[in-house]
Structure formats: C-alpha cells, structure tokens
C-alpha cells in the first residue's frame, strides 16, 4: 500500500512539473529572429621571412654596413631576413616592383627615373609601388682616373674608356646621363664592381666611376690606387648648370680642397651626389615597416661602426630631405609621427588620403 502511494505521488509530481514547464514555454514571447553572421575577414598573412636587396656588391666596402642594416630590420621586427644579390639602385628598385625583394637599399635619383620614365626605365615608366622606409647614407659620385691616362677635366673624358660596372647601377645611369648632357662621347666597358677594378688596374680603361660617403676613399678606390696613381676629375660649375638644365633631379656637391685623407692635394671640384634610401613594396605590413624604421633609426650608431661615411648621417632627417612625389611608407610616417617630426603632404602616399 505504501508502495503505490509514493508512485501516485511521483506521478502526480511529475505530471505538475510537465504542465508548469509549458506553461512557461507558451507564455514567454517569441526568439527575435537573428541574421546570419557575417563571415570574418581574413587575416592577411604576414610574412615569415623578409627578402633584403642591398644594391651594393659583396666586393663593396659599404655591403658590411648593408649587412647591419639588414640585422637591425630583423631585431627590430623579429622576422629572419635573407639576403639577395642586387647589383645597383635601379636593378633593387626593379626587384622590389617585380616582389623579388621586399626591402632594399637605392638611391633617390633612380626613384625618380622609375617614375618617370628615365634612365633604366627610358620611355618604360613603372606605377609608384615603392614606399622609402629611411635615409641611411649620402654618396657623392667620384670620376676616378689614372695619373697617367692624360685626364685632367671631365671635357678630357671624350673618346676615352670608362669602366661602369653594372648597367642598371645609380653609379652607371648617372655618368651616362650626365657626360651625355654634356655631349660628351665616351666607349665603356660593362661587368661587374670587380670587372670594374681589373680593368682599371689593368689600364683598359682609363676613368672608373666610383661613389664615395664621407672623407675616407672607398674599399674600391683603395683596391685599384694599389696598382695604379689616381687622381679625381669634376664638374665645373658651368658644366653643372649644363646637367642640370637637362636633369633638375641630378644634384652636385662641391667638394672642398683636401677634403679625401687618401687625396690630400686635390683641389675644390663639383661631383654628383645622391641621398641612398631604404626603401620597401607599398603592400609591405606596416606594423613590420613601423618596427623596421623605428628601431634601425634608434640603433643607427650602429651602422656607422662598420662604415666611417656613414658615421655623420642622421636617419631621421628623412621627413625633410625627400622630393615631392617619393612617398613614405605609412610605418614609417607612424613613426616619425610619433616623435613629433613633420611630414610633406606631397610625400604622404594615396593610401593614407
């Protein structure tokens, strides 16, 4: 009897708690009906490794400083970086359009060539997809020529053999054009830097173009007054007005008397020279261009260390040295930005308008 009271019990239990749960259903108000979600963006993959085109050759006294530029971009992002091989401003400025390279080393003027259609790119010009991280370096463009090759001005170069290295060199383009816009007629001899010291010291040719920062003479400069006495031919300030009736973009430096340690006894003379940039793809991650700029300009020192002429550069002029239409990466104007630099509209790029 006890038994079947307590499964009457249990039942009636149970039936109250069914009859109460619906009642609970049927009076709370209908679910709002909700829009399907929409499908997250993804993100854009970052790159695991960084291609790095340093335009200077091995046999190059400024590729150890190319070779710390590329390590402070790695501390500074935490990304490995590889090296490529670059021979010359606009052969690096060429891989970093083509994406065979992310970042590399070049000079403003080849920038301005690829633009506009110049030099390298002559009647080719490529969209602006080069984006200018900072400014590492100035190189002022030597004529070197032996002592014995009869050269004393750069009128002199006329009919004589010119070692260019490269062809799509900032070194090459810029002592083609300029002796051109001079009418200057001149046979050259192409290859490599290291083609280019061998057939100085050799004396198949007679005038080597090579850049140099600073007062100390280059690795090169060095290498070839090893076998042959050199002397530095430039610009007079006719000639200059000359070139840059022709070529506004090209720039001229006058070098003081006894400015080289090396040349202790040349005289005052005008030669080309050209800002050097770090400059990366315009797709290139800000966040990894920010932390890429930031950290090489704070440890430039650095840089300086392993390179005597690039010892008195400042990085952070960068704002203020740049040509209308050379943009800045917008990592980098986040950057300079941030310590309170100002920044030419006209170097902004359009994705930040």
């Not at 109460?20 to 679910?31: N, S």
């Not at 370096?137 to 090759?149: E, I, K, M, P, Q």
């Not at 020192?301 to 390179?307: A, F, L, S």
């Not at 920044?343 to 359009?350: F, G, I, K, R, W």
Request: net charge negative; proline share 8%; with cysteine.
């Amino acid at each position: 009897m006890k038994h079947e009271l307590v499964i009457v019990m249990l039942s009636v239990a149970l039936i109250v708690s069914l009859v109460l749960t619906g009642c609970a259903e049927l009076a709370a108000p209908p679910a709002e009906p909700t829009e399907p979600a929409e499908p997250a963006e993804p993100e854009t993959p970052l790159p695991d490794r960084i291609l790095f085109a340093p335009a200077s050759p091995v046999v190059s006294s400024y590729y150890p400083a190319k070779m710390v530029i590329a390590d402070l971009g790695e501390r500074g992002m935490g990304v490995p970086i590889t090296v490529v091989a670059s021979d010359g401003s606009a052969r690096t400025l060429q891989m970093i359009f083509d994406n065979d390279a992310a970042v590399g080393g070049s000079g403003m003027t080849p920038y301005y060539q690829m633009l506009n259609g110049m030099g390298a790119w002559e009647g080719n010009p490529l969209p602006n997809e080069v984006r200018v991280l900072y400014h590492y370096c100035d190189f002022d463009l030597t004529f070197a020529v032996g002592l014995d090759s009869g050269i004393t001005c750069v009128d002199d170069i006329a009919g004589k053999k010119i070692t260019v290295g490269s062809p799509m060199s900032e070194t090459t383009v810029m002592t083609r054009m300029s002796l051109e816009a001079l009418g200057i007629e001149f046979e050259t001899l192409v290859g490599t830097s290291a083609d280019s010291i061998i057939a100085f010291k050799d004396r198949r040719a007679d005038v080597y173009p090579i850049v140099v920062s600073g007062r100390s003479l280059s690795g090169s400069h060095l290498d070839i007054m090893s076998k042959r006495p050199v002397t530095f031919v430039g610009f007079t300030d006719e000639e200059v007005e000359r070139v840059q009736a022709k070529y506004e973009y090209i720039s001229f430096k006058k070098i003081p008397a006894g400015h080289y340690e090396q040349l202790p006894d040349l005289g005052e003379l005008n030669q080309i020279t050209s800002r050097a940039l770090i400059m990366c793809r315009a797709d290139f991650p800000e966040e990894f261009a920010y932390k890429w700029t930031k950290y090489s300009i704070e440890h430039f020192g650095e840089v300086g260390e392993v390179h005597e002429g690039i010892k008195e550069t400042d990085p952070s002029d960068t704002p203020s040295i740049l040509v209308p239409g050379l943009y800045l990466h917008p990592g980098a104007i986040r950057y300079y930005r941030e310590v309170g630099l100002a920044v030419n509209d006209a170097n902004v790029p359009p994705e930040m308008k």
